[in-house]
C-alpha cells in the first residue's frame, strides 16, 4: 500500500542516495501486516504439508523484526521531522487514511506469536507479547476508527466522488482486534474477565462492521465516479476485501471462544458464523475476481512497482483465514481447497511485493534523499 506521494514511477538515481525518514509514513506497516498475515495463514490452514509450520515461524520472525525496526524507524520520523509527521496526519488525507495499519500490524504480529512464536520462545512469553500487542493495538485501532473519521469531517479536504479503498484502512483495525482478540481468552481467569473479553470483541467486531457498511457506498461512488488516481494505485482495489474476510475471519473465532464462556449462546453463534461466512466469502470472491481483472490490465499497461503492491497481501490473507474457518467448522472440503488456493495466492503476492521493496530500498528507489 502507498501513500499519493509513493506512486511516482520509480526510476534509478544518478547517484548514490540516503535514507529519508521524512517520507517514511504510517503506510509502511503494510509490510508488516502482510508478512505476519502469511506467517498467521500457514498457522490455520486445514492442510498442513511438512514444514509448513516451520514455515510460518520463519515469517513470525520476520514480521516482529520488521515491526520492531519500523516502530524504531517511525519514533525518528516523528521526532525529527515533525512537520512532516503532522502533515500526513493532519493536512494530507491520502496519507492519514494510513494510520489504519500501525494497529493492525500489532495485532497481526501478536497473534504471530501466541500462534508460531509460543513453539519458539515459550507458551508465558508468547500470552505476556500478545497481550501487550492487543492491548495496544485495540487502543490504537479504536482512536484511529474514531480520529481519522474525525478529521475527514472537521478538517480533511475530501470530497465522496474521490473516495477510494484507502478510506476503508481506519475502520478495518476494530475488526482485526475482534478476530485476533478471541486467542487470550483461554489464557484469562474463567469467568467476568472470559466474558468481559468475549463481549468486547464482539463490540470491536459491530464498530468495524457497522463503520466498514457505511463507508463502502461511499468508496464505490468515488471509484464509479472518478475511478482512481493513479494507475499504481489499482491494487488498493484489493483492500475492499480486507473488511469482508476479517469480518467472516472474527465471527468464527468469536463463536469458538463462546463455547466455554457463553455455552448458552454458542450454538447460536456457531450458526451465525456459517451463515455470515458463506454468504461474505461469496461476495468476497466475485470482488477479488473484479480486483484481478483490473490488475492484469494495468499491468499491461505498464503499472510499475510500488508500496501499493503490499494491498495484494493482508487483504487475501483475511480471505484466507476466513475460509479456513469455514473449513473447519463446515467440514466441507470446497472450502478447504478454497483457503489453500488463497494462500498460494497470498504467497505469491508477498514474494512480488517483498521483492520489489528489498530492491526499491537497496537500489535508492524508495525512500531516497
Known sequence: MSTLADVRPLTRPAA????????????????????????????????????????????WALGLAALLVLVAARLVHLTRHREAARAQLLDNPATAVFYGCPPMALLSVGLGTLLLGSRVIGTGPAVAVDAV????????????????????????????????????????????????????????????????????????????????????????????????????????????????????????????????????????????????????TGVAMLWLAVALTANLRARRAGMPFAMTWWAYTFPVGTCVTGAAAL??????????????????????SWAAAATGTAAGLARGRLLAR
Open 16 to 59: 548514490r542516495t540516503r535514507l529519508d525518514l521524512a517520507q517514511l509514513g504510517p503506510n509502511w506497516y503494510a509490510a508488516v501486516m502482510g508478512t505476519a498475515i502469511l506467517g498467521n495463514g500457514a498457522a490455520v490452514l486445514p492442510v498442513r504439508p511438512p514444514g509448513l509450520i516451520g514455515f510460518g515461524e520463519v515469517l
Open 327 to 348: 473449513a473447519r467448522h463446515t467440514g466441507f472440503g470446497g472450502f478447504s481447497a478454497l483457503s489453500v488456493g488463497l494462500y498460494v495466492l497470498l504467497a505469491a
Open 133 to 280: 500487542l492487543w492491548g495496544l493495538g485495540t487502543l490504537y485501532a479504536l482512536a484511529v476508527a474514531g480520529g481519522i473519521p474525525y478529521l475527514m469531517i472537521t478538517r480533511h479536504p475530501v470530497s465522496p466522488l474521490e473516495a477510494n479503498p484507502t478510506w476503508l484502512l481506519p475502520v478495518v483495525a476494530p475488526l482485526v482486534a475482534s478476530a485476533t482478540g478471541p486467542a487470550l481468552i483461554p489464557h484469562l481467569p474463567a469467568g467476568q474477565p472470559q466474558q468481559a473479553m468475549l463481549y468486547g470483541c464482539w463490540a470491536l467486531f459491530g464498530v468495524g462492521l457497522l463503520a466498514t457498511l457505511v463507508l463502502l457506498p461511499v468508496v464505490f461512488t468515488g471509484l464509479f465516479h472518478s475511478k482512481l488516481p493513479a494507475l499504481v494505485l489499482t491494487p488498493s482495489l484489493f483492500l475492499v476485501l480486507g473488511p469482508l474476510g476479517q469480518s467472516v475471519t472474527a465471527v468464527h473465532q468469536l463463536a469458538d471462544a463462546a463455547r466455554p464462556v457463553l455455552p448458552a449462546l454458542a450454538p447460536a453463534m456457531l450458526d451465525l458464523a456459517e451463515l455470515y461466512g458463506v454468504a461474505v
